[in-house]
């Protein structure tokens, strides 16, 4: 998605240690245009695959799953990193470790929220080495749902996650793909 890639040149900052910063306008600030455009790329892209679920993991997501569960006219559902008081009952669990954060966590949905009847489509903000969405799978799976595909706003391709879960069979379509990023720059491919 061109517009998503300008974006990224334009405002988006390359730290030490393979970090693209995108924090002006995509997972802190949120430039809701821009995700409102990602969101009917992602449903022009599943139109076809009749999706009734939006799933996402806490926190970075959660902007961008609404927008695509707007599109699809249907519930969004996010795996919390951490077990609340008002989360009772039984809930689908599994670890995820974090590119980002350096650590592992927990994650949970309430089995009320995620079933067999269920056509799921995975969003997130960055597909690195694969985990957090290999994890969102794991949980779709622990649910009995069907898992339609993910949508991605930022795949570092180079970290091998989509080709990871392109071999398990899930679709996976990134509105922004890079094969590189170095001090030469960022390069999409």
Sequence with gaps: ???LEQRILTD??????????????????????????????????FADVGVNKILTIE????????????????PVVFAKKSRSLNLAGDVYCVEVPSFTHKNVNKVIISKAYLGPDDRVLLIDDFLAS???????????????????????????RFQGGGDALRAQGVRVESLARIVNMDDGGIVFG
């Design 1 to 3: 998605m061109e517009l």
């Design 130 to 156: 694969g985990a957090a969405l290999i994890g969102l799978k794991a949980l779709t799976e622990q649910a009995g749902a069907t898992l339609v595909g993910a949508g991605v706003a930022i795949e570092k």
């Design 12 to 45: 988006g900052k390359l730290l030490p240690g393979g970090i693209l910063k995108v924090d002006s306008f995509l997972n802190h600030q949120i430039d809701p245009l821009l995700l409102r455009d990602m969101a009917r790329e992602w449903k022009r892209l």
């Design 59 to 74: 926190a970075s997501g959660i902007a961008m799953a609404v927008l695509v569960g707007l599109e699809f006219e249907c």
